[in-house]
Nanobody, 126 residues
């Protein structure tokens, strides 16, 4: 099991930026990918971005393409989400998740992730 701890959330104005971090601890991460999901009030949790751990291939939800960027530091077992040009609709609790399985995986599917962080609140004010 991997313990995930997110940080970097907060309150930001429209058009501002935030950088979220998620550190995996407990053991060296050997899964295939890590991802970010978010859940806005009254809505279901949705996919934001994912990155394969070995090759660094990235995937994004259409709603964040061009504004968000996911990256990872393998040596630190950490994944980042750089969020630029933030909008009020980006307000949500952001969750980091780890996919420990390998194979042909749809990384936008939250059911493919095995471990989850506690979430960090991002609020974009207008």
């Amino acid at each position: 099991q991997v313990q995930l701890v997110e940080s970097g959330g907060g309150l930001v104005q429209v058009g501002g930026s935030l950088r979220l971090s998620c550190a995996a601890s407990g053991r060296t991460f050997t899964g295939s990918a890590m991802g970010w999901f978010r859940q806005a009030p009254g809505k279901e949790r949705e996919f934001v971005a994912a990155i394969t751990w070995s090759g660094g291939t990235t995937y994004y939800a259409d709603s964040v393409k061009g504004g968000f960027s996911i990256s990872r530091d393998k040596a630190k077992n950490t994944v980042f989400l750089q969020m630029n040009s933030l909008k009020p609709e980006d307000t949500a609790v952001y969750y980091c998740a780890a996919c420990s399985r390998w194979g042909v995986i749809t990384y936008s599917d939250q059911n493919k992730y095995d471990d989850w962080g506690q979430g960090t609140q991002v609020t974009v004010s207008s």
